[in-house]
Nanobody
Framework: QVQLAESGGGSVQAGGSLKLSCEAS????????MGWFRQAPGKERQAVAS????????NYVDSVKGRFTISRDNAKKTVSLEMNRLKPEDTAMYYC???????????????????WGQGTQVTVSS
């Protein structure tokens, strides 16, 4: 199974920016879709964005649309999440994951994903 490792988290003031990176051990076992998710203390894990590895088509939840950008680098086997104009409500542990289903739709539904990384913390202060 593919191994995932997130990095790039940190603490930032509201309005600031961070770039997260997810490195995969391989892009051959991700079912052509990877996503970024986040979980705040006491809340359920939520999707942030997902991307088709082959074609680069992206999906975003409304709360981050226009502020966050997901991208992939097939040569480096990474999926990045550029976060701009950060808000305190963006504070969470951020995870990446791969789609469970071969040939499946690249969704924004956490149970459709698997092989979660260890996560990287993002803290946004007012």
């Amino acid at each position: 199974q593919v191994q995932l490792a997130e990095s790039g988290g940190g603490s930032v003031q509201a309005g600031g920016s961070l770039k997260l990176s997810c490195e995969a051990s391989s892009f051959t076992d991700v079912n052509n879709c990877m996503g970024w998710f986040r979980q705040a203390p006491g809340k359920e894990r939520q999707a942030v964005a997902s991307i088709y590895i082959a074609g680069g088509i992206t999906n975003y939840v409304d709360s981050v649309k226009g502020r966050f950008t997901i991208s992939r680098d097939n040569a480096k086997k990474t999926v990045s999440l550029e976060m701009n104009r950060l808000k305190p409500e963006d504070t969470a542990m951020y995870y990446c994951a791969v789609l469970r289903y071969p040939g499946g739709v690249c969704t924004l539904f956490p149970p459709d994903f698997t092989n979660w990384g260890q996560g990287t913390q993002v803290t946004v202060s007012s």
